[in-house]
């Protein structure tokens, strides 16, 4: 079946870019102090925020002693998500971790975890539900948003002209709260024309054909923010296409090395950095206490940090691993 092959292509990708993994068995079941899996299930495989993500994840779990297992969807779709989490409920590890792909969606599959045992933890992204996981480890991306927001501000340095939002689906929580947050604050600046949000279903050749697009219709366009990785790597090749390199300020968010060299190039004017990896191990240490009836965090924010082309290197240890 073409869902299961891509995700075990996607697991085993994701294995072998971060140097394995305990293999998860069929024996165990539900949280006994003899269960010792723990299973990642991030947005999509072979990207290199969750890449960077798994590498916390994996380096917490075997310090604490755990097998630890990845699967990834091939995309970021609940569609596709879903038959992941009923695969991992079959095998019954003490608990999950995941980036639900849908606010909505994902919590039914996510609830049958929690019924069965499994401890929930949510990593990036969330649930409207807040009821079935047992914490939450994200950026605070709504306080993103406002600081590309801002970012752009001073790189527009007082010109007029249009500014655009590239999203990419919605119903996910981070990108969502990342467009608010942008939203409310660019509208503080009298200068800055705010043209409102289009969707690019996380794909970078859509992103590009937006721009390109909006272009077209909008030739005072002097800013774009750019809510994730994939959207910001294509927003980058729209303008390279229309010949808008640098003249349209480029904001985006994320790290990964394509945005860096892009960053480093000047086709990026500026990217707001998560710090993944760190999510991913304390979605770990939340994931212990509650496997061990510990108090666990509701909350937890990890930082984030706007960086340009003169503080790049200043803050290298935010830029994202395509391997562990
Ligand atoms: O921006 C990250 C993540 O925070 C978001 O929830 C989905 O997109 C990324 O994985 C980057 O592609």
Do not use: H, W
Not at 126 to 155: H, R, V, Y
């Amino acid at each position: 079946m073409k869902i299961r092959s891509a995700v075990a292509l996607s697991a085993a990708f994701l294995l072998a870019a971060c140097g394995g993994g305990g293999q998860i068995g069929d024996s165990g079941s539900g949280n006994s102090a003899a269960n010792k899996k723990l299973v990642l299930i991030p947005g999509i495989t072979a990207e290199p925020f969750y890449i960077s993500m798994q590498c916390g994840f994996q380096e917490a779990a075997k310090a604490a002693g755990y097998e630890f297992d990845t699967q990834a969807p091939a995309k970021f779709d609940a569609a596709q998500q879903t038959p992941i989490v009923t695969g991992v409920l079959a095998s019954k590890p003490a608990a999950v971790l995941i980036a639900p792909t849908d606010d909505k969606a994902m919590a039914g599959p996510m609830k049958q975890l929690k019924d069965a045992g499994i401890k929930v933890v949510e990593v990036d992204t969330k649930l409207q539900d807040t009821s079935i996981a047992s914490s939450t480890i994200s950026s605070n991306n709504e306080q993103g948003g406002k600081l590309a927001a801002e970012t752009l501000n001073k790189l527009s340095a007082g010109k007029t002209g249009s500014v655009l939002v590239l999203n990419t689906k919605a119903g996910t929580s981070t990108t969502d709260a990342r467009a608010k947050g942008f939203e409310d604050e660019i509208k503080k600046y009298s200068n800055l024309k705010y043209i409102g949000q289009q969707y690019t279903d996380n794909e970078p050749a859509t992103a590009a054909s937006k721009v390109t697009a909006t272009l077209a219709a909008n030739p005072d366009l002097i800013g774009v923010f750019a809510t994730n990785l994939n959207t910001g790597e294509g927003a980058a090749t729209g303008l390279r296409n229309a010949g808008k390199t640098g003249a349209v300020n480029l904001v985006g968010f994320d790290a990964s090395p394509k945005q860096v060299e892009d960053l480093k190039a000047g086709t990026v004017q500026a990217l707001i950095a998560q710090d993944p990896a760190t999510i991913g191990k304390q979605g770990v240490e939340q994931a212990l206490a509650a496997i061990e009836g510990k108090a666990t965090k509701r909350n937890i924010e990890t930082d984030l940090v706007a960086i340009t082309k003169d503080d790049a290197e200043k803050n290298s240890k935010y830029f994202y691993k395509q391997s562990c």
